[in-house]
């Protein structure tokens, strides 16, 4: 068993020459940026319960560290603008699709309230309606998350294999990005879906119930 500063001997198994080292530093591998330091303590409390091992000294590569921290909340910063983006198209999508179902089902309205439906009756028909759509959007969104992941693995492997040089190019986050699915956030962003649902679905049933039913009857 060594330790840092002895000087050993490593010998190959097929020739009897030996190759003299000496054990003057040991490099860690952590599992992410965001353990380094706290891997860093733990080992500067290690090597404190050792007497002996008072002139050993850890260094980190704070540089490094800090240019991968920037890389990873520019990523983190790009992905949380596509995902505000793609809820903002869904919502539009979500209430143009109710403004045409308002307009192809006006008499339908209008036979409603004049049979004595109330307004409140005719908003929470549409608002139910708008919240189908945003359920249904919601179990498809995570169901292509969860397949995603295999998807964007295949898809490095790939890339690496296909253009080594445009990968090595890439900062290291970026090429050891591997997506993973947090059961916690599921039903977050299955709520945040149905909200933004019910928030886009608001306008068209609010059109919907304020319609006059005498016109809404006329109309074809």
């Known amino acids: 068993q060594q330790r840092i500063g002895d000087t050993v001997m490593r010998m190959s198994a097929s020739s009897r020459e030996g190759e003299i080292l000496e054990l003057n530093q ?10 380094v330091k706290s891997t860093a303590e733990l080992i ?3 090597l404190k319960s050792h007497q002996e ?4 000294a850890v260094v980190v590569p704070l540089e490094l560290l800090e240019q991968a921290e920037t890389t ?5 910063v790009f992905m ?4 505000a983006i793609s809820l903002l198209v869904g919502g ?18 209008g036979i409603r309230r004049a049979l004595g439906a109330k307004q409140k009756d005719i908003i929470s028909q549409f608002l ?3 919240a189908v759509l945003s359920v249904v959007g919601g179990i498809t969104g995570i169901l292509a998350g969860v397949f995603c992941k295999p998807a964007i693995v295949w898809a490095r492997q790939f890339a690496e294999s296909a253009y080594p040089q445009t990968m090595a190019a890439l900062p290291e986050v970026v090429r050891n990005v591997t997506p993973e699915i947090v059961p916690e956030s599921i039903p977050i962003a299955f709520g945040i879906s149905i909200a933004v649902g019910i928030i886009f679905g608001l306008f068209p049933a609010m059109r919907a119930a304020q319609m006059n039913p005498i016109e809404a009857l006329r109309h074809e």
């Not at 091992?53 to 050993?56: A, L, N, S």
Request: hydrophobic share 55%; no cysteine; proline share 0%.
């Open 53 to 56: 091992m008072e002139d050993v």
């Open 92 to 109: 539009i999508g979500i209430m143009n699709i109710m403004l045409a179902t308002v307009t192809e089902r006006t008499r339908e309205i």
């Open 80 to 83: 949380g603008l596509v995902a």
């Open 72 to 76: 990873r909340m520019m990523f983190m």
């Open 128 to 130: 139910v309606e708008a």
């Open 44 to 46: 500067e409390d290690a």
């Open 26 to 35: 040991i490099t860690v591998r952590v599992a992410g940026t965001d353990v």
